[in-house]
């Protein structure tokens, strides 16, 4: 196992939900977390540094970047997180909710990586995690343009990985299934829908980020899919 003692790491939309649990089972594992959001919120990380970003900006993304080096003189991880979803029939799906899966989920993961890559390049041992989506593994039915951005995110993190893999920095994408947080509420869920209960917990899908960032650097995660057991492998 890779020691994580000493790195730096910046998750993308971890005021909450998933990034949430992937920066507080890094920093317990030694690693100097800096969390970004738009509300700046840090999730009760005692050592974090947390500060507002907003990602569908590159000016926002870069200055979040910087103030993570000048705070920590370096950066090793980037997980790639923030994201938004709306479910619903195609036609139905307002255009505010399309524009912003395409500005959070597309433009804020490009823009994300571009402010951070100077940077990874520079670290001995460099990773990039893309939180995708089941979404972006296979199209799924009232998901179409959630699918199409979690497709571009997937796209972009192989790409990825074929451009910087001999540099040193590894690119993977994780494909969670349902994942119980506030994630599309309001936006085709609601808080007393029965798969809520079945679904996978936040901190589930931060272990699969620990175990990625921590393999021996001579191998590298390309895709990791999980699913909760109450989901079928086919929808
Ligand atoms: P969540 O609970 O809604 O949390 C989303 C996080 O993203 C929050 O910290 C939010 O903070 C931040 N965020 C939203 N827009 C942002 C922006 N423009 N700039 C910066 N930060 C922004 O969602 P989650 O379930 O943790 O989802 C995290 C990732 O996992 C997403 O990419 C999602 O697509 C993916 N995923 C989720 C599930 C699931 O079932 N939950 C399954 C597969 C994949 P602010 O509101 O403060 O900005």
């Not at 998933?18 to 959001?37: M, Q, T, Y």
């Not at 597309?106 to 571009?114: E, H, P, Q, T």
């Not at 951005?149 to 494909?175: I, P, W, Y």
Request: net charge negative; with cysteine; proline share 5%.
């Amino acid at each position: 196992m890779h020691s994580l003692h000493g790195r730096v790491a910046l998750v993308t939309g971890a005021s909450r939900g998933i990034g949430a649990a992937i920066a507080r089972n890094l920093e317990a594992a030694g690693v100097k977390v800096a969390i970004a959001s738009r509300s700046g919120d840090n999730p009760g990380i005692p050592g974090a540094f947390a500060q507002a970003c907003d990602v569908r900006s590159a000016d926002s993304m870069t200055a979040m970047v910087d103030a993570t080096v000048a705070r920590f003189g370096q950066l090793d991880i980037l997980v790639v997180n923030a994201g938004v979803g709306a479910y619903g029939p195609f036609l139905d799906l307002p255009m505010a909710d399309l524009e912003e899966m395409i500005e959070v989920n597309v433009k804020g993961a490009l823009f994300a990586v571009r402010a951070a890559l100077p940077h990874l390049l520079r670290s001995e041992a460099a990773d990039i995690v893309t939180i995708a989506s089941e979404a972006g593994r296979r199209g799924l039915p009232y998901e179409v343009a959630y699918c199409a951005s979690k497709f571009a995110q997937v796209g972009m993190t192989r790409a990825l990985d074929h451009e910087l893999r001999e540099q040193g920095v590894r690119c993977t994408n994780v494909c969670p299934g349902g994942v119980a947080t506030d994630f599309a509420m309001g936006h085709g869920r609601t808080p007393d829908m029965p798969q809520l209960a079945g679904m996978m917990s936040a901190d589930d899908v931060a272990e699969v980020v620990r175990f990625v960032v921590t393999r021996p650097r001579n191998h590298r995660l390309l895709e990791v899919a999980l699913r909760p057991v109450s989901e079928s492998s086919w929808g």
